[in-house]
């Protein structure tokens, strides 16, 4: 899928130090690949690669980030770029009702759609209506109705005695789904539904009469939105479709289904980016909670299959003191590094989380995380504790702690003294080993890409 081998294209760069530009371009390389196999448009492909290159060659550095997090920082943001930014709303009318038109091929999903943003107005305190204007499809108008009864949601339907609650309309022929829809508007006015939701018909594919007809029903009830609803599973031909509704009908969002069973994501990259038009809820299942605002942050980090890291990302900048981390490289480099400054160093990371989410993962830092790596949090307090039982002295120049000293340290601070010589001893290896991998790997703060 889309976001394994996103998420295997970025792996890779896990655990390197410094990226150089050919690093930069093999992964954009693999990334572009992900996104063409899962059915992104290639016009999309090369305006996302070219700006993920541009800044990832860029002078974006940050103290808090190694150049793998960095990078998948950029891609997820300009993913969410991609998929529209900030959640569109919907424009509800000054004067209700609000209309609503759906349109889309058939079988995209818009009568089960109907169903379900009802329910999800009616949670929100609105008073919906459906209006039946599939006239197409035999059984359409009763699929309709169950749907509206499952919502809760009355249905205006042109057969009289037929539609549920006692709604119904005499004089509207069968033939004419331009008539119902006019007359629905009508009947949601008078009985004061304050949205009313307009199910259209679909073909199979793109037809000039059924664009006809959608183009008639919007100009007869002059729309506050027109989604367009699209089936998320269809790949390419969801750019096509998309714009020949475009062109059609003019939509003002869209609505993505199936994102159950979307193996690939493609269609939800092109589409807001070809068209122009927000997407603005999400469908992903048969039953009527399976329904969502669409959240592009969200349907980034799903499509990257990268929550945990980005997560933490988000809590590596949120915490990272860049010049303590600056002045730390520095002294671990040298081999100089301090107890005090292994507790601040130690103090920061801990702020980030639980120890055992972020080893693997440790930005800056990273050369911390094998002196960590064997201590869980409660061990962790042991050391902090350790450590504050120190004169300043001690923790400047942990040399001069003797055995006299140690014994004081254990005391003091309510552990054996075997304790204090495992700390001191570690501290002393993890010092040399800090400096050793500093020399090959690049440190914090500093520049971090060759070339
Ligand atoms: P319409 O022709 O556009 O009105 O499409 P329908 O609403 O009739 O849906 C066509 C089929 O897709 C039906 O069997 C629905 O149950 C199914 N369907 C609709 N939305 C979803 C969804 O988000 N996930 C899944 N798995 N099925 C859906
Ligand atoms: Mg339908």
Redesign the pocket.
């Known amino acids: 899928s889309l976001s394994d081998r996103l998420t295997g294209a970025l792996k890779d760069l896990r655990g390197k130090g410094k990226l150089s530009d050919a690093d930069i371009d093999r992964t954009c390389r693999e990334i572009r690949l992900a996104l063409l196999d899962a059915d992104v448009s290639l016009q999309v492909v090369r305006g996302f690669i070219a700006r993920i290159k541009e800044r990832a060659k860029g002078s974006e550095v940050s103290g808090a980030l190694n150049p793998a997090q960095q990078i998948v920082k950029i891609v997820n943001e300009e993913l969410i770029a991609v998929l529209g930014g900030e959640t569109r709303r919907i424009a509800y009318a000054k004067t209700p009702p609000t209309v609503i038109m759906l349109a889309?091929?058939?079988?995209?999903?818009?009568?089960?759609?109907a169903g379900k943003l009802a329910a999800w107005l009616i949670k929100q305190g609105h008073t919906p209506i459906l209006v039946a204007c599939?006239l197409q499809r035999p059984g359409a108008v009763d699929?309709l109705k169950v749907v509206g009864e499952r919502a809760g949601t009355p249905v205006f339907a042109p057969h009289p005695g037929t539609s549920v609650g006692g709604e119904g309309v005499l004089g509207v022929s069968a033939a004419d789904p331009i008539g119902v829809a006019r007359d629905g508007i009508e009947h949601a006015r008078a009985r004061q539904h304050d949205v009313v939701i307009v199910?259209t018909a679909?073909r199979l594919g793109i037809d000039a009469e059924l664009m006809a007809q959608a183009k008639g029903i919007r100009d007869a009830v002059s729309p506050d939105e027109v989604l367009f609803?699209v089936d998320a599973m269809i790949g390419q031909d969801a750019v096509t479709t998309a714009e020949a509704f475009a062109e059609g009908v003019d939509f003002t969002g869209v609505v993505l289904?199936?994102?159950?069973?979307d193996a690939r994501g493609g269609a939800a990259l092109s589409v807001r980016e070809i068209t122009g038009r927000p997407i603005m809820f999400a469908?992903?299942?048969?039953k009527l909670e399976?329904f969502d605002v669409f959240h592009p942050d969200r349907m980034a980090s799903r499509i990257l299959g990268m929550g945990d890291v980005l997560s933490l990302i988000e809590q590596a900048e949120e915490h990272w003191d860049a010049e303590q981390a600056e002045a730390a490289a520095a002294k671990i480099t040298q081999g100089e590094l301090t107890l005090e400054d292994f507790l601040e160093q130690m103090l920061m990371i801990r702020k980030m989380g639980p120890i055992g989410n972020l080893l693997g993962m440790l930005p800056g830092a990273g050369q911390m995380k094998d002196a960590l790596a064997q201590v869980d949090d409660k061990q962790l307090d042991r050391v902090q504790a350790i450590i504050r039982g120190m004169t300043p002295a001690e923790r400047d120049n942990p040399k001069i702690i003797n055995a006299s000293r140690r014994l004081r340290i254990a005391n003091g601070s309510g552990v054996s003294v075997s304790e204090v010589n495992q700390l001191v001893d570690r501290f002393f290896e993890a010092r040399k080993m800090m400096a050793q991998m500093s020399g090959r790997m690049g440190m914090p703060g500093g520049n971090r890409r060759s070339n």
């Open positions: 889309g091929l058939q079988g995209a999903g818009k009568t089960t759609l599939d699929q199910d679909g609803v289904t199936k994102l159950d069973g469908s992903s299942g048969e399976d």
